[in-house]
């Protein structure tokens, strides 16, 4: 038998693969050969590159807010591969078409009850009727799931000068607090049939929407608040001060723009028992109809849910300040570790500044050393 396979590769085929350190040293400056053998002290003078570079492999905190955390598999022998197979059968075979049916007899009941109470009423009547369907509706979707909800806490009432803030792991955190109380809620604008729920029906309980890329909305979108918050017959107003989905380990850094409205501060904290499905949505790696699928094919969704006490800006506190104690509030109650990162960087790229001076400090770490051997 023949010996390992090598590889015989030329030294110009490996320079295409080398990044040139030339490109990153000040202007006149070379490279000389060092003489001799490398040393200890060659080594520990990048390593302090090396051991950030390191830490962020291992301790990456921001991407761990981000990932989903798949349950441990154990239909791994013989005895509980039949019965795993059972259970699968259970819930496609049966459960799924039975929660499709049910959520197809709310659309019918809610879209024949709608479209007259939208078209043929106005003025107040036609608002809280209106607010009782979406209402309706909602529990329909969370009875899709099997949802088991454990709210806890006085139920939110309309009041004029007050808002709602709860951390966001899914879109389906809206659907199960609208299923108690019809909220206003502040939402990025979604494509296909989510918008469309958006711009129609959604609409008529007061919710607000955003593009994420528009510099424009969030000053549209701060005056649209302002005017909310001091309608004393407007629904609650809810805000998702993260401004992203985060997979219910961690919370990041809250924005400021509802603890500046000048009003009561309603904290509200929710928490997935992941025993039988993970309800966090990464909306970069699924559509939320195949999470909602997801979610239909499980055994259920065990979830609980604390109205906590409402808070106000204290003398001398900036809303910054505030903001991160009303997220320690939710942290502490729902069990959530806080980490110090700002949920937008999810949508960003390092900037190509940031890693130019990295490079640079890289190259003139090794520049000096090689001239230290001449």
């Known amino acids: 038998m023949n010996g390992p396979l090598k590889l015989n590769t030329s030294s110009s085929e490996l320079d295409l693969d080398r990044p040139n350190i030339e490109d990153y040293l000040p202007s006149g400056s070379t490279i000389h050969e060092p003489h001799g053998k490398l040393r200890l002290r060659d080594l520990l003078d990048i390593s302090p590159t090396l051991t950030e570079a390191a830490g962020a492999i291992v301790d990456d905190s921001f991407t761990r807010c981000f990932k989903s955390n798949p349950p441990e598999p154990w239909n791994w022998n013989i005895y509980l591969f039949p019965l795993w197979c059972f259970g699968v059968i259970i819930r496609y075979g049966i459960l799924f078409p039975l929660r499709v049916i049910v959520l197809t007899i709310g659309w019918i009941i809610f879209l024949s009850s709608y479209i007259p109470v939208h ?10 009727l209106e607010r009782c369907l979406v209402e309706l509706i909602c529990s329909f979707f969370v009875a899709s799931w099997t949802g ?17 803030v709860a951390n966001h792991t899914s879109m389906i955190d809206f659907i199960i607090l609208e299923q108690m109380t019809a909220f206003a809620v502040i939402m990025q604008k979604h494509p296909g049939w ?32 302002r005017d909310h918050v001091q309608g004393a017959d407007n629904n609650p107003l809810l805000i998702f001060p993260e401004g992203t989905c985060v997979n219910n380990h961690y919370t990041v850094m809250f924005k400021k723009g509802a603890f500046e409205l000048g009003c009561t501060v309603c904290p509200i904290a929710i928490s997935y028992n992941k025993i039988f499905v ?36 204290r ?9 991160e104690r009303v997220r320690d509030i939710i942290s502490v109650r729902a069990g959530l570790k806080k980490v110090p990162w700002d949920g937008y960087l999810k949508y960003s790229r390092p900037s190509p500044k940031h890693r130019e001076r990295k490079q640079q400090s890289f190259a003139e770490t090794v520049l000096r050393r090689l001239e230290e051997e001449k």
């Open 315 to 323: 003398p001398g506190e900036t809303p910054i300040e505030f903001a």
């Open 194 to 225: 989510v918008g469309l729920l958006q711009s129609t029906i959604l609409e008529s309980v007061g919710c607000i929407w955003f593009n994420r890329s528009e510099a424009k909305d969030r000053e549209i979108v701060t005056k649209k608040l």
């Open 119 to 128: 078209v043929l009423l106005k003025g107040k009547l036609r608002n809280k």
């Open 278 to 313: 993970d309800a966090f949505w990464n909306s970069r790696k699924q559509s939320f109809t195949t999470h909602l699928l997801q979610l239909m094919t499980s055994w259920a969704v065990v979830c609980d849910v604390w109205y906590l006490e409402p808070q106000n800006l």
């Open 148 to 164: 088991v909800v454990k709210y806890h806490g006085p139920r939110p009432s309309m009041r004029p000068k007050q808002v709602f």
